[in-house]
Nanobody, 126 residues
Framework: VQLQASGGGLVQAGGSLRLSCVAS????????MGWFRQAPGKERGFVAA???????NYVDSAKGRFTISRDNAKNTVLLQMSNLKPEDSAVYYC?????????????????????WGQGTQVTVSS
């Protein structure tokens, strides 16, 4: 599976951005998708994930501000981010993993994902 992320940019605090990730290649079987982020000097951390049937989970700091969604017909996952804060600034990565159980909750562990996109920079100015 190849992943292409886009949609990052520079935005003022309180603003919004929408990240998009398109999957290609071996997308015929169920797969979970997630978004992670990495700020300079920090480890890559979980942001949001969605399983094949649309069940979602979020890091606490993203709840109520970010929404992850997917369109399986278009092999696309979106991350709508609102009320952005300077601490949201990071490189955002989309990730995918084939799922043996489409009903199970998508993992929050970066190590649980085998496919990664190239990353897109999000910068939130104060």
């Amino acid at each position: 599976v190849q992943l292409q992320a886009s949609g990052g940019g520079l935005v003022q605090a309180g603003g919004s951005l929408r990240l998009s990730c398109v999957a290609s290649g071996r997308t015929g079987s169920p797969y979970d998708m997630g978004w992670f982020r990495q700020a300079p000097g920090k480890e890559r951390g979980f942001v949001a994930a969605i399983n094949w049937i649309g069940s979602t989970n979020y890091v606490d700091s993203a709840k109520g501000r970010f929404t992850i969604s997917r369109d399986n017909a278009k092999n696309t996952v979106l991350l709508q981010m609102s009320n952005l804060k300077p601490e949201d600034s990071a490189v955002y990565y989309c990730a995918a993993r084939h799922s043996s159980n489409p009903l199970s909750v998508a993992t929050t562990r970066p190590g649980g994902y085998g496919y990664w996109g190239q990353g897109t920079q999000v910068t939130v100015s104060s």
